[in-house]
């Protein structure tokens, strides 16, 4: 079974930090997501990975970077935090048939981490 | 652009019934993927269903079941004997062949009453 970790359940964190959130696959996918989860919007694409070192914005980046330093991890950084970005965050893997995105499309999901920021 | 539309945010099926939930999109790919995924209170999202544009059959898992009309762009997911274990959001998804951009709609609670 595809394995999708993530650091933290719940965090609470203050206006202005900084804060890390990462996710671990473990079943080699080349391509990795993070989204955010708010009600009655669905999931929204913050940015996604195809690769080590690769990156690509979704549909909503501003206020947050990412890295991908090693296949299986990837983080999403809230470079000063604010209560707007208070949010469900989900990462997700899928496996991809090489080279630019494609292959296989089914996204597996971790089991989410619920942010607040006061 | 792609879109994904649930246009029933609640509903709620006595257990054992049966209930669809609607989802319809918009696209101007000719082949693509569409998913169902279910995520439980406080629980992780996993798959329920997957359908490959191409394929004209109905993709069947267990109690679930899809009816795809690909001309009137619907893709309703069919619930039967539901359980209560059934209770969750669900999420209706596409994503364009060779393409990263899966887009999703609002989901739908469904809850399963005893």
């Known amino acids: 079974d595809v394995k999708v970790t993530q650091s933290s359940r719940y965090l609470v964190k203050r206006t202005g930090e900084k804060v890390f959130l990462e996710c671990v696959q473990d079943?080699?996918?080349?391509?990795m997501f993070w989204y955010r989860q708010d009600p009655g919007l669905g999931l929204r694409l913050i940015y996604f990975?195809?690769?080590?070192?690769?990156?690509e914005k979704g549909d909503i980046p501003e206020g947050y970077s990412v890295s991908r330093e090693k296949k299986e991890r990837f983080s999403l950084i809230l470079e000063s935090a604010s209560t707007n970005q208070t949010s469900m965050y989900l990462c997700?893997?899928?496996?991809?048939?090489?080279?630019?995105?494609?292959?296989?499309?089914?996204?597996?999901f971790g089991p989410g981490t619920r942010l607040l920021v006061l | 652009a792609q879109t994904v539309t649930q246009s029933q945010p609640e509903m709620s099926v006595q257990e054992a019934e049966t209930v669809t939930l609607s989802c319809t999109y918009d696209?101007?790919?000719?082949?693509?993927?569409l998913f169902w995924y279910k995520q439980p209170p406080s629980r992780q999202m996993i798959l329920v269903i997957r359908?490959?544009?191409?394929?004209?059959q109905n993709a069947t898992e267990n109690r679930f079941s899809v009816n795809f009309q690909k001309a009137a762009k619907s893709f309703s997911l069919k619930i039967s004997d539901s359980q209560l274990g059934d209770t969750a959001m669900y999420f209706c998804?596409?994503?364009?062949?060779?393409?990263?951009?899966?887009?999703f709609g609002a989901g739908t609670r469904l809850t399963v009453k005893p």
């Open positions: 997700a893997s899928s496996l991809s048939g090489g080279g630019r995105p494609g292959g296989e499309e089914t996204q597996y």
């Open positions: 079943m080699d996918h080349e391509n």
């Open positions: 990975s195809y690769d080590v070192k690769m990156k």
């Open positions: 696209t101007s790919e000719n082949n693509y993927y």
């Open positions: 359908q490959e544009a191409y394929k004209q």
């Open positions: 998804a596409f994503i364009p062949y060779n393409n990263n951009d899966m887009r």
